[in-house]
C-alpha cells in the first residue's frame, strides 16, 4: 500500500514537471522562433544593402539636386542645437558648427539650451562672441523642460528662418562641407528629410565604445541603406541629418509623447507620403559614451522608445494602404528593442532546457527543430561580416579572425544588456512614462578623463544585483552540461556513468558532457559578468 502511495505521488510529480515543462518549451520556442524571423529581416536587409551600392556608385543626376553655386537655387537653412548641461561639449561644438561652410546670409543657427547648471552662463557668452562676427547665432533658453528634446526643437522651430532644418546633438562634428553634401537633394520637393552616417571619434577607446561602434555601424548600412533603397520606412536618428520645416509641420510636429521623438515624427512623415533620403558615404564623427553608466542609460532610452512607438504607431502601419514586404519591415523595425526580451526569455530558459531535454524522451524532436537559432546567429555574423569589411575597410584572413573575436565580443556584451534593455521594453509597451534621461558627454583627452565627469551616475544601476546572479546562474548552465548525464533518461545515465569512471567502453566520438547550449551559456556568462564587473567596478 505505501509502494502504491509512493508511486502515485511520483507520478504525479512527473506529471506535473512535464506539463511545466511542455508550457517553458512553448515560451522558448516562440521566443526562438521571433529571432529567426527578426535574422530572416536582417538577411533581406543585407541584399537591399549589396544591390543599392552597386546602384550607387552611379550617384544622383546633378539636374535633380540644388546648384550651390547659383545664388537663386540656395534654400535658407537654420542648425537647431539642442543641448542639455553639456559642460565638457559646448565650446568644441560651437567651434566646429562655426567652421561650416555655407553663404552667412542663408544660414542661422539657433543654439537650444534647456540647461540648469552653469554652463547657461557661459554657453551665452560664446554665442555672443560668435554673434559678433557676424554670424546670425542665438542663444534660446526655456524656464522648464516640457517635452525635452522634442520641446526645445518645437519651441525653436516656430520662430526658425529656415526652410530647411540642420539637427545636431552636442557630440557630433561634421565636417565643413558638411551642408554642401546634404542640401542639394532638397531639390526634390517629396524629399522631407536627408540622413546621414554617424562616426565614431572614439571607437578604439575602450572594448565598449569598440562594441557600441560594431552596433550602430550594421544600424546605419545595413539597416538604414537596406531599407531606404526598396522605400520602406527608416528614421531620422535625432541628430546629423536634415528635415524640411513643411514635412515637420505636416507631419503634425515634435511631440514628447515617447522617448524617441525622432522615430516618432519619422513614421508620422512618412505615413503622410514624405520621402526620406539616407546617405551611407556621408560621415558624420560623433562621440561614443565611454562609461558603462552612460550606455545604459543611452541604451535604455533607445529600447523603451522603440516600444514606446510600436504602441504608438503599430494600428496605423497596418491600416495604412503600404505594401504588404513594406508594412512588415516597419513592424521589425519597431521591434528591434523586443528582440532584447527575447533574447533574455531564451537565455534564461536555455538552462531548465538543457535539463528538460536530457530527461524526457517525448521532447527530443523538439529540440532537434529548435536547431534554427544556430541559423539565426549563421545569419547574423554573415550580415555583420558583410557591413564589417565596408565599414573598416578590413578583408582577408587577418581581417576575419579581426571579425569573429569583434563578432563574438559584440554578440556576448549585447546579451549582458539584455535584462538593461528589456526592463526598458516592458515599461515602453506598458507606457510607463519616464523623464528623458540624457547620455552625459566627456570630450575625453586622456585615458581616465571619464572620471572627472560631473555628470556620470554615480550609484550602479539596480539591475547590477540581478545581473550578478544571471552570471553565476549561466556558470551554472555551463556546469550543467555535465549534470545532465547524471540526471538524464535512465538508460543514458547507466551509459554514461559507465564510460566516463571506465567501467565500459565509450563510443569513439562519445563526449562527456551536453554540448547543445554550452557555447551559448559560455557568451552569456562572459556577457552578463562583463557588464555587472564594470557596472560595479566603473570600468571602461
Not at 511542455?22 to 526562438?32: A, C, G, K, R
Not at 531548465?352 to 517525448?362: A, I, S, T
Not at 555535465?482 to 563510443?507: H, Q, S, T
Request: contains cysteine.
Amino acid at each position: 500500500m505505501l509502494y502504491g502511495l509512493l508511486f502515485t505521488l511520483s507520478k504525479s510529480t512527473n506529471d506535473i514537471i512535464y506539463i511545466i515543462s511542455s508550457i517553458l518549451l512553448i515560451i522558448y520556442l516562440v521566443s526562438l522562433v521571433m529571432v529567426f524571423f527578426y535574422a530572416l529581416a536582417q538577411l533581406n536587409l543585407l541584399f537591399n544593402y549589396l544591390k543599392a551600392r552597386k546602384k550607387d556608385r552611379k550617384g544622383l543626376d546633378s539636374s535633380a539636386k540644388f546648384d550651390l553655386t547659383n545664388p537663386d537655387e540656395i534654400p535658407y537653412v537654420t542648425i537647431q542645437l539642442p543641448v542639455f548641461n553639456e559642460k565638457y561639449v559646448m565650446k568644441r561644438l560651437l567651434k566646429n558648427i562655426a567652421l561650416l561652410d555655407y553663404p552667412r546670409e542663408k544660414l542661422e543657427i539657433q543654439v537650444l539650451d534647456d540647461s540648469t547648471d552653469e554652463t547657461v552662463i557661459k554657453t551665452k557668452e560664446r554665442v555672443d562672441k560668435l554673434a559678433a562676427t557676424g554670424l546670425d547665432i542665438i542663444h534660446i533658453t526655456r524656464t522648464n523642460r516640457q517635452g525635452f528634446k522634442a520641446g526645445a526643437l518645437k519651441e525653436g522651430l516656430a520662430i526658425a528662418k529656415g526652410e530647411l532644418i540642420a539637427i545636431f546633438d552636442s557630440d557630433f562634428l561634421p565636417e565643413a562641407d558638411w551642408l554642401y553634401k546634404t542640401i542639394p537633394y532638397f531639390k526634390d520637393e517629396k524629399i522631407g528629410v536627408v540622413q546621414t552616417r554617424w562616426g565614431h571619434i572614439n571607437r578604439n577607446y575602450s572594448l565598449l565604445t569598440k562594441i557600441q561602434a560594431f552596433a550602430l555601424d550594421a544600424h546605419f548600412t545595413l539597416e538604414q541603406m537596406g531599407r531606404n533603397s526598396k522605400g520602406h520606412f527608416i528614421n531620422f536618428n535625432g541628430t546629423a541629418g536634415v528635415w524640411r520645416k513643411e514635412c515637420i509641420y505636416d507631419a503634425g510636429n515634435w511631440e514628447g509623447d515617447t522617448l524617441t521623438e525622432d522615430l516618432d515624427l519619422s513614421y508620422r512623415a512618412q505615413l503622410k507620403g514624405w520621402q526620406f533620403k539616407y546617405l551611407v558615404d556621408v560621415e558624420t564623427p560623433a562621440e561614443l559614451p565611454v562609461v558603462i553608466s552612460a550606455a545604459r542609460s543611452q541604451q535604455f532610452r533607445w529600447n523603451k522608445g522603440g516600444a514606446e512607438n510600436f504602441q504608438k504607431m503599430f494600428k496605423k502601419i497596418i491600416h495604412s494602404d503600404l505594401s504588404f514586404k513594406t508594412k512588415a519591415h516597419c513592424v521589425m523595425h519597431l521591434l528591434n528593442s523586443t528582440m532584447f526580451l527575447n533574447v533574455l526569455i531564451v537565455g534564461v530558459l536555455s538552462v531548465p532546457m538543457l535539463y528538460v531535454k536530457n530527461y524526457f524522451e517525448d521532447f527530443k524532436g523538439y529540440f532537434i527543430a529548435m536547431s534554427f537559432f544556430g541559423i539565426s546567429t549563421l545569419i547574423f555574423f554573415i550580415c555583420y561580416w558583410y557591413m564589417f569589411k565596408h565599414v573598416q575597410k578590413k578583408s582577408g584572413f587577418k581581417g576575419f579572425l579581426q571579425y569573429i573575436r569583434t563578432f563574438l565580443t559584440f554578440f556576448s556584451v549585447a546579451m549582458g544588456l539584455s535584462l538593461n534593455n528589456s526592463g526598458a521594453v516592458i515599461e515602453g509597451h506598458r507606457r510607463k512614462r519616464s523623464e528623458f534621461v540624457r547620455t552625459p558627454k566627456f570630450n575625453i583627452k586622456s585615458i581616465d578623463g571619464w572620471k572627472k565627469n560631473k555628470y556620470i551616475r554615480k550609484k550602479p544601476s539596480k539591475n547590477v544585483i540581478y545581473e550578478g546572479f544571471l552570471c553565476l546562474y549561466f556558470l551554472f548552465g555551463i556546469l550543467s552540461a555535465w549534470l545532465v548525464r547524471y540526471i538524464g533518461r535512465n538508460e543514458l545515465k547507466v551509459y554514461d556513468k559507465d564510460c566516463m569512471f571506465g567501467l565500459a567502453p565509450c563510443d569513439a566520438w562519445y563526449i562527456p558532457f551536453d554540448s547543445g547550449l554550452i557555447i551559448f551559456h559560455v557568451m552569456l556568462f562572459l556577457g552578463f559578468g562583463f557588464i555587472f564587473y564594470t557596472s560595479v567596478f566603473k570600468k571602461v
